[in-house]
């Protein structure tokens, strides 16, 4: 499956973003979803994941209750509503499928990338 994340760019500390990631290639229906990000000098970080049926996520700590992750199968995009975004949130952004699991947060779980988007928050 292919996956092309989209919707980052600069905004002000305190504002909002939705990233859409749309998979083409497979059908879009049995992978588990997942947003990651990479700061520029650190190690990859998970972010959010969303089940198969998407009746189950999960979020780092760092994003719960500003974050939130959801999918429409019938448009084979996943989205990240990313609210009260802090400086710390900077980062290029990666969305993820897995396959055989309910919601992971490690980065080898996951066997397709796209390419990342870059979110900027100004302070």
């Known amino acids: 499956v292919q996956l092309q994340a989209s919707g980052g760019g600069l905004v002000q500390a305190g504002g909002s973003l939705r990233l859409s990631c749309a998979a083409s290639g497979r059908t879009f229906s049995p992978y588990v979803m997942g947003w990651f990000r990479q700061a520029p000098g650190k190690e990859r970080e998970f972010v959010a994941a969303?089940?198969?049926?998407?009746?189950?996520?999960l979020y780092a700590d760092s994003v719960k209750d500003r974050f939130s992750i959801a999918r429409d199968d019938a448009k084979n995009t996943v989205y990240l509503q990313m609210n009260s975004l802090k400086s710390e949130d900077t980062a290029v952004y990666y969305c993820?499928?897995?396959?055989?699991?309910?919601?992971?947060?490690?980065?080898?779980?996951?066997?397709?990338w796209g390419q990342g988007t870059q979110v900027t928050v100004s302070s």
């Open positions: 993820a499928a897995g396959f055989g699991f309910i919601v992971a947060r490690g980065h080898e779980r996951y066997d397709y």
């Open positions: 969303i089940s198969v049926s998407g009746g189950r996520t």
